[in-house]
């Protein structure tokens, strides 16, 4: 069977899965206890019209509603399949259309989750328990929608690693502007690749796809840095050496 005719049991079991995990449960109750919004101001349903989501301004009031949509889905076993083709959607299969509806109605929900585990997590220094079940709402909202953009895993994150990342930064930022192996484009894009992993690194939630997007870009100019004459530079090997840390750093 394909993702959209497994959707609503996948989804079912998703829900099962936060409201069973404490450390996720406690999460989403934290943020939205007390607040008092009802869903269908969010999802809105037109009768004979397409339905169409509207998310409040409110990051509580939307989070509730993702919630409480949910549970609505959930506990009258709604055909998630059909659902998802009630409400506006671009032409596409049955899976993109499911998967579309899916990332629009509760990806938001998902993130602020996996925000706030990545959180807990550099508090902990990555500790085993907490880095299994944040591993955990990937496998299982990757379940729900195959294409499981974002949710990532970090793994033991060590504060000795961050500190060697920023060092080298810290280290390789200067040369850029002095290089006159680069054009202007070049050390203007480099320069924003390491600021923007500066930036990410330094955060308590970090965005592990922008560092991933400048770590690419990086990755790039390392390899056609190696097929020149700088290929054996100790600036190069400090390159080198960035890229397998950042790497280290993001698990994917």
Known sequence: MSDADTSTVQLIRFKVYIDSTPVIS??????????EYDFRQCFLFEGSNWNYIEPPVDEASHLKAQYDYMSYL??????????AYSFIHRKGSWNDI???FLDS??????????????????ILEGEKVMGNIYQNIGNNYGNINAAGRDVNYTGNIINNDIDEIM????????TIQSSELL?????????DDLETIKEQVESTTPKFPRIRKALENIKSFVAIASKGAASATTLLTDWKNFVEKVGEFVVK
Not at 74 to 83: R, T
Not at 105 to 122: N, R, T
Request: charged fraction near 35%.
């Open 26 to 35: 406690d999460i989403i109750q934290e943020r939205i206890s007390g607040v």
């Open 74 to 83: 959930c506990l009258e076993n709604k055909d998630v399949k059909g659902i």
């Open 98 to 100: 499911v998967r579309d």
């Open 105 to 122: 109605a509760f990806k938001p929900l998902v993130d602020y989750i996996v925000d706030s585990m990545a959180k807990k997590i550099m």
């Open 167 to 174: 060092s080298l930064i810290e280290k390789l930022l200067p």
């Open 183 to 191: 054009t202007e484009d070049e050390k203007e894009s480099l320069t």
